[in-house]
């Protein structure tokens, strides 16, 4: 650029798009052409992709079903761990834009989770009661697939040996559930100690209140006291968050159905549930390519063909991973809609949800 020239001719359209967000397209449509083009060509290679003309496509219609159904139980969780308010519909659209900016960004659950927040304060409900419940349901639904992968584990050693990736996922999970039960356990017991301690760090922190945060952890202690004597709630919410996940499971069952392969269900949720675990490592967005090696790299070694594993998880990890991004965006403008908020562009409503993402949750009203 020449000295002199005005600026407004020399910022181009790139300086109009915040870097995080140009960053993260640009990473997620490299890991797009990685995934659905170059490792094909590694399969192409073991075995001829004529066989894909066999595909069962009644599994393969089962298995999209099964996806939304798991989707749709996450959005009962979500429904059983707030007060009465949004329907299941509104709560399964805002579940779903959440899944799409977790899928987006690396470290997407942070961003869900303001998201979320921010669409359940829109609709009605208070900020106290989104924030718990979202914590709830997220805590909740990892210590559910740990309990459901241990299970799976035990059975299946007999079956098919103990596995270097069992240990990982084992001790992750671990690590995981003794981290939330010391928060439980600090927030129901230990509440004056965590009092004390979040004042001290509100003092601390620019705009923020101490008195807000005391208030915020007087109420998750309250709720996590009333939750845990609230046996049928806790039932029905245990009984959702596994079926979130088994559904999720017999999605990537069908998928490899639909080439021919019926694997042994316990097998399977092993498969899928130590990916799902190494996930939660904050790396890439929703554990992308994580759960694509580990997943596949399990079922090869249970004797599924190398093709047939790589062909199923890719086309599990279509519905499960990628399909999420665009109908969560829908939904997403569904809900700025019914808001009133009319946006005229795609663009528009891209930068919107990335704002409503990135913005402190605090932003969010608290009726």
Known sequence: MRPGEPTSKRRGWRSHVPAPLRHGVTVF????????????????????????????????????VLEAAALFAYALLTKVLLPPGPSVATLFRIDLAGTA????????????????????????????????????????????????????????IPLAGIHTAYVVAALLGMLLILFIGGLVYLFT?????????????????????EDRLEELVRHVGQSLRNLSRDRETLRRALLFAALNWLLDAASLWTFLAALDRYVNPVLLFVAYGVGNVLAAIPITPGG???????????????????????????????????????????AY????????????????????MAHDAKSPATEASSP
């Open 333 to 352: 403008v569904s809900l700025r809609v019914q808001r009133g908020q009319r946006l005229r562009h795609p663009h528009d409503a891209i930068a919107a």
């Open 101 to 156: 900016i977790a899928h987006v960004l690396p470290g997407g659950s942070a961003g869900s989770a303001t998201l979320g927040y921010r669409l359940l304060t829109a609709q009605g409900v208070r900020g106290q009661d989104a924030a718990m419940a979202m914590a709830t349901q997220g805590m909740g639904s990892a210590v559910v697939l740990n309990v459901l992968l241990w299970l799976a584990l035990v059975v299946s």
């Open 29 to 64: 449509l490299v890991l797009l052409v990685v995934e659905y083009l170059v490792i094909p060509r590694f399969v192409a290679a073991g075995h001829d992709l004529n066989q894909l003309g066999h595909l069962n496509v009644a599994w393969l219609v089962a298995g999209i």
């Open 189 to 209: 017991r230990g509440e004056e100690s965590a009092v004390r301690f979040v004042r001290a760090v509100g003092r601390r922190l620019p705009r923020v209140s």
């Open 288 to 330: 992308l390519g994580l759960v694509e090696a580990s997943t596949t790299g399990l079922l090869i070694s249970f004797g599924i063909p190398g093709w047939v594993a790589t062909l199923g998880v890719i086309g599990w990890r279509f519905v499960n991973f990628w399909l999420p991004i665009p109908v969560g965006a829908g």
